[in-house]
């Protein structure tokens, strides 16, 4: 499975769009990524996922790059309920392997 | 909305006793899994079940068992608790393929 590398912490302002990049650069054709969350004593919420295309939800955007080496991950309008550890994961198609990396801590600010 | 509930939020165990976690899913997933987290480590996965009374070892087997009886039941085993054993334990579950896996609240167990 491709390694993903996320920054360490970001902050952002509260009613802000939050951008929250993930570099997967060895990342292959059949590689799903996924990004869950996990707020502190509580299990790791799915978020998003996709293969190749953009994709959005209720929750968020994925952003893909058109290489697929790296992603973003956008939270429109961050809340205060959006503090938590960010979790980029990139999983091969037919494995069941998640590999959880030490995600990017976001903090929002009021 | 998927919905994977354990048993307990927090539990605490002496030194050598057999310690069941449970885990139940409402969504008819295949699959269903089982980490550890710790500070710094990230999550290791102990064990996963592919369907019923099928099981494949993880990362970190070692002094767990599991057990899956019935499709939405999905049971962690500490043979004999060692205080090394002392973490978050999260249990999860996904349909199989390419659909993401979705989590319990965890478990917090303490090992004295």
């Known amino acids: 499975d491709a390694k993903t590398t996320q920054p360490p912490s970001m902050d952002c302002a509260e009613g802000r769009a939050a951008n929250l990049p993930c570099n997967h650069s060895?990342?292959?054709?059949?590689?799903?990524v996924y990004w869950y969350r996990q707020i502190h004593s509580q299990g790791p919420q799915y978020i998003i996922h996709?293969?190749?295309n953009n994709e959005t939800n209720e929750m968020a955007s994925l952003i893909i790059t058109e290489d697929r080496k790296s992603s973003t991950l956008i939270l429109p309008h961050a809340t205060l309920r959006d503090t938590a550890v960010y979790y980029c994961?990139?999983?091969?198609?037919?494995?069941?392997?998640?590999?959880f990396g030490t995600g990017t801590r976001l903090k929002v600010l009021a | 909305d998927v919905k994977v509930t354990q048993s307990s939020r927090y539990l605490v165990k002496r030194t050598g006793e057999k310690v069941f976690l449970e885990c139940v899913q409402d969504?008819?997933?295949?699959?269903m899994f089982w980490y550890r987290q710790d500070p710094g480590l990230g999550l290791r996965l102990i064990y996963f079940?592919?369907?019923?009374?099928?099981?494949e070892k993880g990362d970190i087997p070692e002094g767990y068992s599991v057990s899956r009886e019935k499709k939405e039941r999905f049971s962690l085993i500490l043979e004999s608790a060692s205080t090394n054993q002392t973490s978050m334990y999260l249990c999860a579950s996904r349909e199989s393929g390419d659909q993401p896996q979705h989590f319990g609240d965890g478990t917090r167990l303490s090992i004295l």
């Open positions: 060895t990342i292959s054709g059949n590689e799903y």
């Open positions: 969504m008819d997933h295949e699959n």
């Open positions: 996709g293969l190749k």
């Open positions: 994961i990139v999983r091969g198609s037919g494995t069941y392997k998640y590999i």
């Open positions: 079940s592919y369907d019923v009374k099928m099981k």
